[in-house]
């Protein structure tokens, strides 16, 4: 082990070879992931990782635009293959695929706790799905003028809200598939919207660098907050209802981070999570059950999944995902699981470790 320039450096190990078959795929050893954990005492030790994991075949056949937990063993991904994939993360299984898009998949948006999800396209269309039904979508939301870039379901799974880069954002009612609301604000080319969870709010991000909270009532911006200095890429909404997260795109380390909001009456930035090099595309909150403190996790476009501290904005683990391309999608798959949906690989199934502190691995890649 060497000190060099304040950073403890261990040699790489040796390469583990091992094959294995199984009913979907191979238990294969032929990455290695660079790893990064904060210690304590603010020395960063490096470490190079490498790991069996399993390689089912791929869900996909092109680029992953992005991945949603339908439930704890089924993810829901689509990309520029133009089809809708549900598939069992834990066995490795494709359990079915959908297909009536004309163009890439852009946002997926589950039901939870049942077998229903909608998913969003460059084909300007939004179409609503049932895993056990036929592979016919069972609604479709036609509205748009331009790729839709935003899908949120209310928490009664009554209405939906889309938004697209045409400026507008539209409420659809859920069961006759009609436009019940529209609204439309120069400039607001819409990259992501979150539904707040109980309540009649929906949050939106925007390439005019601002996060605006929309009243689903009448459809009407509620509160706009402060304007960020880089196009704002992603939102996510904590299942509390307090709190959310919004991404910022950027280059070389200018933007790049994640901030943390609070969603109360104060609605005043709370911290932020500066450590990527480019764009952060997604972020997650982390099951409170995974560490002492709350936790978040963020993917961005330098192939890096970063562990944050969610109160002092430290950065507890990096994990690096050479080759993947960047990273476009992230969701939550079980307490200790996340699904990363990647430009060049796929979908990775990310594992979080508490045997050595707060570890994070990929344990399989389809």
Not at 109 to 138: E, K, Y
Request: hydrophobic share 35%.
């Amino acid at each position: 082990m060497l000190l060099l320039g304040g950073r403890l450096k261990r040699a790489p190990p040796q390469k583990i070879l091992c094959g294995f078959c199984a009913m979907m795929g191979k238990l294969q050893s032929k990455l290695r992931h660079s790893t990064y954990k904060y210690r304590p005492d603010a020395i960063r030790e490096e470490r190079i990782q490498t790991t069996a994991f399993h390689e089912y075949s791929p869900a996909h056949v092109d680029t992953v635009s992005v991945v949603a937990a339908l439930n704890s063993d089924l993810c829901v991904s689509g990309g520029k293959d133009k089809t809708v994939v549900a598939y069992n993360w834990k066995t490795g299984n494709v359990v079915k695929r959908f297909k009536g898009h004309e163009r890439e998949i852009t946002k997926i948006a589950c039901i939870h706790t049942t077998n229903q999800f909608f998913s969003a396209s460059r084909d300007r269309m939004v179409m609503m799905w049932d895993l056990h039904g036929s592979s016919q979508p069972r609604q479709q939301f036609s509205g748009h003028a331009m790729v839709v870039t935003g899908v949120a379901v209310s928490p009664d799974s009554s209405q939906l809200c889309t938004g697209s880069r045409d400026n507008t954002l539209l409420l659809w009612d859920v069961g006759t598939g009609q436009c019940v609301e529209r609204a439309s604000v120069s400039r607001n080319l819409v990259t992501h919207l979150c539904w707040v969870p109980r309540e009649p709010y929906v949050l939106q991000t925007s390439e005019d660098k601002t996060i605006r909270l929309w009243d689903s009532r009448g459809l009407q911006v509620a509160h706009i907050f402060p304007t960020k200095q880089h196009i704002q890429t992603y939102c996510v909404v904590s299942e509390d209802g307090h709190k959310c997260i919004s991404c910022s795109n950027g280059f070389g380390g200018e933007g790049c981070e994640a901030t943390l909001w609070d969603l109360r009456q104060t609605r005043n930035r709370i911290c932020e999570y500066k450590g990527h090099f480019q764009t952060v595309a997604s972020c997650v909150f982390l099951p409170r059950t995974l560490a002492l403190m709350p936790v978040i996790a963020t993917s961005s476009h330098d192939c890096k999944v970063k562990i944050w501290n969610q109160d002092t904005g430290a950065c507890l683990f990096t994990l690096s995902l050479d080759g993947s391309g960047p990273l476009t999608s992230l969701a939550v798959g079980d307490t200790t699981s996340l699904l990363c949906a990647s430009f060049s690989r796929g979908i990775h199934l990310l594992r979080v470790d508490r045997s050595q502190g707060l570890e994070l691995r990929e344990v399989a890649a389809f």
